[in-house]
């Protein structure tokens, strides 16, 4: 009994790579405060839908560029973050994908308290779609599954 993975067309593996540096990009621009950029990365019309613990209540919702903006501004209250992205599944369909994919974010907040680090659990659920730019976010799914906060020691 073999349970081998399937072999990708070339096709295949180029999509699959292009999803993967997608979803690179969104960490990269977050943790760079790049919003603009970050808001690129969507094909017209997509949004993100934002979870705090469940997918089973009402999420916070982006659907014009100025309230992603607005969005991925609020990152500017931390001094620093570091997102890291592990697995992910890629599920292509054509010149749409589905693709969940795991992050560990850390959020570094100083304030008159001193250090606290916040690291959250992030799944996202994305739906992708090609575009002629490349892949891009048709929708993004944003599910904060766990928080941590600790105090930070510089």
């Known amino acids: 009994m073999t349970n081998a993975p399937k072999r990708l067309t070339p096709e295949e593996a180029a999509d699959r790579l292009a999803i993967r540096e997608l979803i690179d990009a969104y960490a990269h621009h977050a943790d760079f405060r790049e919003p603009e950029q970050q808001y690129g990365l969507y094909a017209e019309g997509g949004r993100t839908l934002v979870y705090l613990g469940s997918t089973d209540v009402e999420p916070q919702v982006l659907t014009t560029a100025e309230e992603h903006l607005a969005g991925f501004d609020a990152l500017s209250q931390y001094a620093a973050t570091t997102h890291l992205n592990g697995q992910s599944i890629i599920r292509l369909d054509g010149d749409s994908a589905t693709a969940e994919s795991y992050c560990l974010a850390h959020h570094l907040l100083e304030g008159g308290e001193g250090r606290t680090l916040i690291v959250m659990a992030i799944r996202y659920e994305d ?13 993004r799914r944003l599910v904060i599954t766990w928080t941590d906060s600790r105090p930070s020691q510089p």
């Not at 739906?127 to 976010?137: A, S």
């Open 127 to 139: 739906v992708l779609t090609r575009t002629p730019e490349g892949w891009r976010f048709a929708e």
